[in-house]
């Protein structure tokens, strides 16, 4: 939450799943779509991740209201070969296009040892990590990448052309929740820029640049023209470039410079493809991988590590279990305005 | 090559591949694990790469003196499913591995899709570029991570744990070299630590800290019980644990940290694991990935990148094929004189 702390209630998670499918379902969006992106973005919420939790409705509403997502697709599901799902989102949200090829992928990733999910045509505007976590939670281990819209200066470059690009990786680990991290390969997730301006605060040196590409810590001038950087020099610029290859020349989705939603005022959601690998690790000679993973984390432990990955998301959601998800009152009156009918 | 330009002759590639053999036979190695590890080493001598070039041979004849790595050990391939594919190195090096497995691993790939190799109780002392390149050159997408010996310190913690744990990634690129990136997750790879400590130079800030955990920009006190940091302050650090898993805890090998060469007072190839995931891009549904991977190139270019993946390699290794690879002098006199009979 923000230094000033404004004004929040807190409510049951299903209660917010449920408020939130009937705003999406109030705003042309399918009973079976709703369902999902309701789950998702509560979930954000409910574990903290506010950058991708209930402050990402508006945008989601403005992206529907323009015609430019499609939030009736019925996404189209291929079984390509013994390791290789393929997926046409038909336009609409990736993450209904993960939910209808789950199953098969998880019965090729457990027949095989390892599948791949290549979803296209779809818009993806929310975290990354609900996509891998649930592969942990089955005991599978899962890395996905997914491009979004240009907003990043390659390295070397002197204008954008990535998206803040993430990749997001999940393992099991005996006897503690998954390990999970989900990463923006720009310097700052999208989010949290558009975050940092809201609550007018500065950005980190390093995070982007103006609309004349001079360096720049105000959040604004990053959105207004500006553009981000790729977090780690070289390095992360390759890692990014890597995503627009797997998540849209693999998958047949758009590279992140590769639409054009001018026609489409209001619209937010990068219109793109997404790659999810899943892999068995009882396939391994490993042993028992989670015990393996529960072994690393001691001794990362052992050496001072104080906060794993993931673990900030666990210790907001165990809090939200007993005394409800927190969202701030004027958000949450705003929230309920939306659900009733027009 | 450093800015003092030492003397230096130029070789044929094939003659330099048959002096490093002819070396490598004389230090209880085997012919076929020979062969490998020579084309491994002078392949990245000819490319400009020689923190991985016959600047390790030194260290290759020490580990095999010590008796810590087994020269003429014979991988063991194991079918284990219609995508994965582990090999037993049986305590020898992990390119020969790599090479045993190399066919089924491609056939799994073309006909599941996705296929991966898991290598384990092997000695990754190279570059890994070498090791996913020709896949791209077959039109294939490779991913390789590897884990080494604990010299990094996580993010948040105050004591070594990771390995420098590189990350490689190759894809074809229509008309154009394949793309190629092999970054180590540490701040600098671990040989570009040896070389500035060789030639006297400052590394940059942020790249480690000193036996008593304060940040050094002098080489020698990184490695005199000091040690390296991520790249990319906690992102580094997440994906360096993510290699961790990969490479070791999924395939079966040791961990970085997992592994006590104390007995073998010489020893310097880390005894770890490695991991392999290929991708067919011909059953995605973008089409003619080469060719939209050449699109990206281009965009790439036309913000401004003028140095592209893999390229100074490219660069150097067409220079090489007609004036030959270059190795200094003095190194030269030093393997031609460990080429001949005691």
């Known amino acids: 939450m923000s230094g000033s702390h404004p004004p929040s209630e807190r409510l049951p998670f299903e209660a917010l799943v449920q408020l939130l499918q009937t705003i999406f379902v109030r705003h042309d969006v399918s009973q079976e779509v709703a369902q999902v992106l309701a789950h998702n973005c509560a979930a954000a919420q409910r574990d903290g991740a506010h950058s991708h ?14 015609g430019w997502v499609d939030g009736r697709a019925v996404p189209v599901v291929e079984d390509v070969a013994a390791g290789f799902v393929r ?8 993450q209904p296009a993960l939910a209808a090829a789950r199953p098969l992928l998880v019965a090729k990733a457990r027949e095989a040892g390892i599948a791949v999910l290549a979803i296209r045509n779809s818009h993806h505007f929310a975290a990354l990590w609900p996509d891998v976590e649930p592969f942990a939670q089955e005991g599978l281990l899962a890395l996905s990448v997914v491009n979004s819209m240009t907003c990043v200066v390659p390295h070397g470059g002197q204008r954008p052309l990535f998206g803040t690009n993430p990749i997001a990786f999940a393992a099991p680990c005996q006897g503690l929740a998954p390990i999970v991290f989900d990463m923006a390969t720009s310097a700052l997730a999208h989010g949290d820029v558009q975050i940092a301006a809201r609550q007018g ?8 640049v103006d609309r004349d590409g001079q360096p720049t810590t105000d959040p604004q001038a990053i959105l207004d023209g500006g553009a981000l950087l790729p977090f780690g020099g070289h390095k992360g610029s ?9 998540a849209a020349a693999l998958t047949g989705g758009n590279f992140s410079f590769g639409f054009d939603w001018s026609g489409h005022p209001g619209a937010k959601t990068p219109w793109t493809g997404q ?9 391994g000679a490993g042993g028992d991988f989670a015990a393996r993973s529960r072994e690393l984390v001691e001794r990362m432990q052992a050496v001072g590590v104080t906060r794993l990955a993931g673990e900030r998301r666990y210790r907001e959601r165990a809090r939200a279990q007993v005394e409800g998800v927190e969202v701030g009152r004027e958000e949450l009156a705003q929230l309920v305005a939306l659900s009733l009918p027009a």
Chains 1, 2 share one sequence.
């Open 53 to 66: 939790g209930v402050f990402r409705i508006p945008g989601y509403l403005s992206s529907l209201a323009s």
């Open 87 to 94: 997926v046409d989102a038909g336009g609409g949200f990736a």
């Open 201 to 208: 605060h500065a950005v980190p040196p390093g995070t982007g």
């Open 238 to 246: 390759a890692l990014s470039m890597m995503v627009e290859l797997l």
């Open 275 to 283: 790659l999810i690998i899943v892999i068995d690790p009882d396939k």
